[in-house]
């Protein structure tokens, strides 16, 4: 099936770009920005998160905030739920292509493709493109990797178009998919991102996401430190604002349950 619209529905980030243009702007305002310092361990205050350590520093905040994805870093070492029970698996190629069409994204659907779940062809400008997979967890055991090879290996449906491809790289991850099931404020910590679960459960798209509840965390962090109170009742804003908006967007989506999960 094809669906075709004179306006731009659709974007692709340029994810290093929005970084750098991140880094730049939080630099600006004061920041400073650790990079290759992962967070080992928290502070605990009388039973509330007080901060990080990370690159065998101490770092104390009034807010942590847990952007760390799918493994949830923070938050595990606090102790709090971080298993998820439903997730995807993607893999994806970003190659160059002989024919690449900067206008036409692909989804394909069926068992050919993904046993649980789908895969895609995504224009990234140029004759650049990239070629994925996912896979519903636990619905499937299938490795998207595999399939990927398989999928790229047989020229399959519109794999074929593409005509001489060459790889530039590959990424491979996890998605959360258990709809807005976990709890995202406590008394100094937001989740936020797939850290909070918060991708979209229908196709599991999460950048946007991210991207939204990042400012709203970020803005909800700021006025309870600016306020001096930081307690779970002082950033629960950030959870019930998060949470309408999830279900704003999720009942945009076609087949959205009304709990969120797909
Ligand atoms: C193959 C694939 C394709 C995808 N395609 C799309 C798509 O087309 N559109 C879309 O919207 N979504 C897509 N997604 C989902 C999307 O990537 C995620 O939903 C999104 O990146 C979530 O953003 P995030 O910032 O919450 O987490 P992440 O992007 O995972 O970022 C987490 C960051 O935290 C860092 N980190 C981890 N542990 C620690 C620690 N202990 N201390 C400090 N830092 C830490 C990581 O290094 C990473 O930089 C795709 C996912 C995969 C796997």
Known sequence: MTVQDGAARAAVLDVRGTYRWLAARAEG???????GTPATGVIMDKGRVAGVTA???RLRAGVVID???FQSAVSKHAGLPHSWSRFGAGAEYEIRAENADPDTWWLMVGSKYSP???????????????????VGKPESGADPRVLLDRIMKED??????LGRTEMIESHYGLIPNDGPSRKTAYDGLLL????????N???LEGIRYAIRFGGLAGETAAS??????????????????????????????AGCKKDGSG
């Open 29 to 35: 305002a004061g920041a400073r920005i650790f990079t």
């Open 55 to 57: 690159g065998g520093a």
């Open 67 to 69: 952007a760390s994805g």
């Open 116 to 134: 649980a779940g789908y895969a895609w062809i995504f224009p990234v400008g140029g004759d650049i493109v990239r070629v994925g997979v996912g």
């Open 156 to 161: 399959a449906g519109p794999v074929a178009a």
């Open 192 to 199: 936020v991102g797939d850290s909070a679960g918060q991708a």
């Open 201 to 203: 459960p229908l196709v």
């Open 224 to 253: 309870a430190a600016a306020a001096g109170d930081t307690s779970f009742g002082a950033l629960k804003a950030y959870e019930d604002g998060g949470l309408l908006q999830y279900g704003r967007g999720c009942a945009r989506q």
